[in-house]
């Protein structure tokens, strides 16, 4: 899926850490649902593959 200037997001979930994440600690990531979190904005999107992983 190619997305272009102007068009909207899909409809999708992803997933954050929390701040106080501990090495070790059961905290689990928080759910994001992509429409709720950015119904009314404008957004500049962009990704970066993980150290150590291949690209």
Same mark, same amino acid.
Request: aromatic share 14%.
């Given at each position: 899926m190619t997305i272009k200037v102007g068009d909207?997001?899909?409809a999708g979930k992803m997933?954050? &850490?929390p701040v106080e994440?501990?090495?070790g600690c059961p905290v689990g990531a928080d759910e994001i649902n992509l429409p709720d979190? &950015?119904?009314g904005k404008r957004i500049a999107w962009f990704g970066l593959p993980g150290a150590y992983?291949?690209?």
């Open positions: 909207k997001m899909p997933w954050e &850490l994440w501990i090495a979190a &950015l119904k992983t291949p690209t």
